[in-house]
């Protein structure tokens, strides 16, 4: 792999694909026959160096025909996709057949890049946003991989994917002006989001005061990644149309009805949260919906008391009051439960 990235970032000419590409796809399939080597069934020290040699083999594979091919080729770079995706499917369907007992799993993982690969294909075809939606799918397949597998250490492999994915819907997929709520960029967030619901899923499936902490830094990571989100949608829906003049009058008021909307939005999603809280009897999320409404309160008292309209900041006021009178409601309900 190091021999060919430094000969291919010295000596690779678009001529040269045919050969390269031989080559290339020849090391690949090389790797990826490794569970059919050695000692059988995989001791766990064995299935994991297996993992590791799965995973990198898969996205050096990836990264290398991506580069050579995604400018000229995309059709053909679709198709090798789908063909890389259909032989760790057939991989992963033969390795079931030659496991047993209550060793690591091979099969899960060779599933989930089969799933990757597939899901990757799709978007190469599209617009380039959409490669965010193969890494968090990819994600979100490596965590039901882990906990088939018995593998924990494919959930950090799954989290770098993740990490990928929402970095790069962040800082570049989201700048762009888009639709309301039905719009590619919220479907991604939300493919984020599932993907972490898978992880606090499972990790709630295996117990353990490990897997307790796993599923609470996923639901964390969640409910954050829910709030850029909605963030991401009302900072959109305020901003003025490019070619139309806007008067320095006209941009306050878009100004302070985006901030009130900012306060509004938090308000509801921690009274949410905290009915979910009082649902699921989760004492967990119920600090977070504490915490949240209690950064909403301040920002109420201290930016939009004096940044917003009197008009808004009633009904922030009321709104914000009706929040806290229904959480002290079903927390003096859930005592007066208990007590008994």
Known sequence: MLLFAAWSTTYYTPSQLTPTLAFASFFFVLFALAPFTGRKPLSRNHAGVVAIIALLNSLAYFTACYLMMDRDYRIELVWIMIASGALHFGLSLRLRSLESGDRPLAHPLYLAIAIGFL??????????????????????????????????????FGVVALALGVEHLISVDSAARQSLIFNPRFGLYLAAIAALAVLAYYAVAE???????????????????????????????????????????????????????YSAVWMVYGGGLMLIGFWKRSAFLRWQAIVLLA??????????????????????????????????????????????
């Open 119 to 156: 899901t990757v294909a799709i978007p190469i075809r599209l617009e380039r946003q959409w490669l965010d939606l193969g890494w968090l799918v990819e994600a979100g397949a490596l965590f039901w991989a882990a906990h088939r597998a018995r593998m924990p250490m494919l959930r950090w």
């Open 295 to 340: 950064a909403t309160a301040a920002k109420v008292f201290f930016y939009d008391i004096s940044a917003l309209e009197r008009g808004y900041r009633i009904v922030a006021f009321i709104v914000l009051g009706a929040i806290l009178l229904a959480v002290s409601f079903f927390y003096q309900r859930s005592r007066k439960t208990v007590e008994p």
């Open 207 to 261: 117990g353990g005061e490990l897997n307790r902490q796993w599923a609470a830094g996923a639901i964390l990571a969640l409910n954050a990644l829910a709030l850029v989100a909605l963030h991401f949608e009302v900072t959109d829906y305020f901003q003025p149309v490019a070619g139309y003049g806007i008067t320095p009058s006209d941009w306050r008021a878009l100004n302070t009805a985006r901030d009130f909307t």
